[in-house]
């Protein structure tokens, strides 16, 4: 503290130049305050996420935080803590340091906050100079990012009206994202099932793919089947699958053109947009029938909302799509033929996803997650119902669904039999469940379908 400060920096100059001098090792510091804002700097952030999901537990003393609204604590290596990463055969090493100001001289209202400085030091030797700026640090930027995405706490939005929008980003309203449901719970056939996750690993991973071949990274789903077939849990399984946000537009809520490209500049990155019922929010094709509509469906349409198919299609895929990068959009519906086929055509939908009655595979899923039970004598029985019974998945769950702790498998999967039998009794093929008495030409293809691997494509 006695040296005067103009001293103090020549001194660490000159202690630094004459280690560069003698030593093989290279350093690179990445300092926790972000120079231009107040607050901690990206650099720093995506360092810190990347080591604890890697190495820092490798580290014998490490410190824990809780955010709020989450769950579990995070885990990072704890001040002055070392720890080596591998990478292509090289060792970095990193440290964990902070530097304390000498003197305190600001009293903040707030005791714990204080102006320690913390940082990251990566060291590493000299000839492995290129691989670190040209290979690891990007790896470190791209997993640390991540693992980020990952451990973030996600959220469901959805629009409010026009009238509650206040200042620049209000447009949406949210809750944290909780569902469930994942593709292992998810109960369709196994190779449409792979095929999708596959579909979705490689959107996820393609941002390079997309950026060669010149197009917006974003990838449309339509998901169409009868009620209760899983489109909405399939949903949110994608967005489990991919760690992303969920935004579910009300489109009978938007007024106008302008608001929805407003509504969708003001969505995030890895986002799933969602549009459910889709040929029920908004008369998008002048096609359908008015006969047979229900009350509220008369009442949408004499609202006059300006949003129109144009809207909706430069929504999906004009020249504001390609602002932000990493979104999902869906749609679903229960009549696909009812949706103007430039609505769904590929590179707006790029994959058709057909939801259909329960098949024996399905009913296998349902039955492992709800009864734990993964063969039975009565699956031959079942096998054979389903084949003649169109049932959805949700009244073959509500069947199999315990009435106590006790899972009594005999009785749940009686109970299913007994239904299926009812059924095939009073000859119902499913289509009591489709409301749309008033379709002109309703086709084979919603109803029992077992190869739920048919689309558009023939996949
Ligand atoms: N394929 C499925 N796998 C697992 N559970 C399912 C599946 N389909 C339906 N279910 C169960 O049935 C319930 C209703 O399903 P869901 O809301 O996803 O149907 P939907 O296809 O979106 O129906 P709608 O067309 O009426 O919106 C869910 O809560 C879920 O528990
Ligand atoms: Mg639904």
């Given amino acids: 503290q006695c040296i005067p400060s103009m001293l103090k920096e020549y001194l660490d100059t000159l202690t630094t ?15 926790e305050k972000d120079p231009d804002f107040f607050g901690r700097s990206e650099a720093y952030l995506t360092t810190e996420a990347y080591l604890s999901a890697t190495c820092a537990s490798r580290a014998r003393s490490l410190r824990a935080t809780l955010d709020i609204d989450d769950d579990r604590m995070s885990l990072s290596m704890d001040d002055y803590e070392a720890v ?23 009293i903040t209202e707030h005791p714990g906050r204080t102006d320690e400085r913390r940082m990251y030091r990566l060291t590493f030797h000299h000839r492995h100079r290129v691989l670190v700026e040209d290979s690891y640090l990007p790896h ?103 760690h992303y946000d969920v935004y579910d537009l009300e489109l ?96 707006r939908m790029d994959m058709h996803i057909e939801m259909s009655y329960c098949c024996f595979e399905s009913f296998k899923v349902l039955a492992n997650n709800y009864l734990g039970v993964t063969d039975h004598s009565l699956f031959t029985e079942i096998q054979k119902l389903l084949g003649e019974v169109n049932m959805s998945p949700a009244d073959v769950a509500e069947n199999l669904m315990p009435r106590s702790k006790k899972k009594d498998a005999d009785a749940y999967l009686g109970r299913l039999v007994t239904a299926l039998k009812e059924k095939a009794v009073a000859g119902d093929k499913g289509e009591e469940e489709d409301d749309s008495s008033d379709e002109d030409e309703e086709e084979e293809g919603s109803k029992k379908n077992d190869n739920t691997d048919k689309d558009d494509d023939g996949k």
């Fill in 140 to 242: 470190v930027l791209a997993e640390g990012r991540e693992a980020m995405a990952r451990n973030r706490q996600r959220s469901l939005y959805t629009n409010k009206p026009k009238d509650d929008w206040s200042g620049d980003y209000d447009a949406w309203s949210s809750v944290k994202f909780e569902h469930p449901s994942t593709f292992a719970t998810l109960a369709m056939d196994p190779g449409r099932k792979q095929q999708i996750l596959d579909d979705l690993e490689m959107f996820h991973d393609g941002k390079d793919f997309y950026a060669s071949v010149g197009k917006a990274w974003k990838r449309g789903y339509l998901l169409f089947g009868p009620p209760g077939t899983g489109k909405s849990t399939m949903i949110a399984a994608i967005a489990n699958f991919l």
């Fill in 17 to 31: 130049r004459i280690v560069d001098a003698i030593s093989p090792y290279d350093t690179i510091t990445i300092d």
């Fill in 84 to 106: 080596v990463d591998e990478f292509h055969g090289a060792n970095m090493c990193w440290n964990k340091s902070k530097v304390v100001p000498r003197a305190t001289t600001i």
């Fill in 252 to 347: 009978t809520a938007v007024k106008s053109n302008s608001e929805l490209r407003r509504l969708f500049i003001d969505t995030k990155d890895k986002s799933i947009i969602v549009i459910e019922d889709i040929d029920c929010s908004i008369d998008l094709t002048g096609k359908r029938k008015k006969k047979g509509k229900t009350k509220q469906k008369k009442k949408d349409d004499d609202n006059e909302s300006k949003v129109t198919l144009s809207g909706v299609l430069n929504f999906i895929d004009g020249l504001w799509s390609g602002c932000g990068g990493e979104r999902v959009i869906v749609f679903t519906t229960n009549h696909k033929e009812n949706l103007d086929p430039a609505l769904i055509r590929r590179g």
